[in-house]
């Protein structure tokens, strides 16, 4: 007959090794170091529709938040545009020529201030106003 009470000396030993073994690694689980905060995510872009015709050009939005932006430009204007935004005594944004009847998509990040954009000779140059800085997008869902 068996005694359940006592138990080989090596079972003992390998159950005591186990047993150190899992309270060693145990306690190398997580962390003494303080929280990070997390940053915030910037704005969401938004769209800024230009659309360049023979005599002008049209914005819309014409007024937003600093930010990141995504201007979209179709030309109808009948012969290939250059479009340059300007602002802050710097160029923000610059394209190669699109030619008549086809568009363009370009991005850029724009500070509070007043903007023109740009098509070139023959057509006045529409203004854009930048407020401050749009807010966080950190608590939008389902954001690209």
């Not at 997580?30 to 360049?52: E, H, Q």
């Not at 201007?71 to 290939?80: E, F």
């Not at 007043?114 to 023959?122: C, K, R, V, W």
Request: glycine share 10%; aromatic share 2%; net charge positive.
């Amino acid at each position: 007959m068996i005694n359940l009470n006592q138990s080989p000396r090596p079972l003992r030993a390998a159950s005591l090794i186990l047993c150190l073994t899992v309270a060693v690694l145990g306690s190398g689980c997580g962390t003494k170091s303080a929280r990070r905060d997390s940053t915030p995510r910037p704005a969401l872009p938004i769209v800024v529709s230009a659309l360049v015709t023979k005599n002008q050009i049209r914005v819309a939005p014409a007024e937003f938040g600093a930010g990141a932006i995504e201007v979209l430009v179709a030309n109808r204007s009948g012969k290939p545009r250059r479009i340059v935004l300007n602002g802050n005594g710097t160029v923000a944004l610059s394209t190669t020529p699109i030619s008549d009847g086809e568009s363009s998509k370009a991005q850029t990040i724009l500070k509070p201030g007043t903007y023109t954009l740009n098509a070139g000779a023959g057509i006045p140059a529409a203004k854009l106003r930048v407020g401050p800085e749009r807010p966080s997008s950190q608590g939008e869902l389902i954001t690209p």
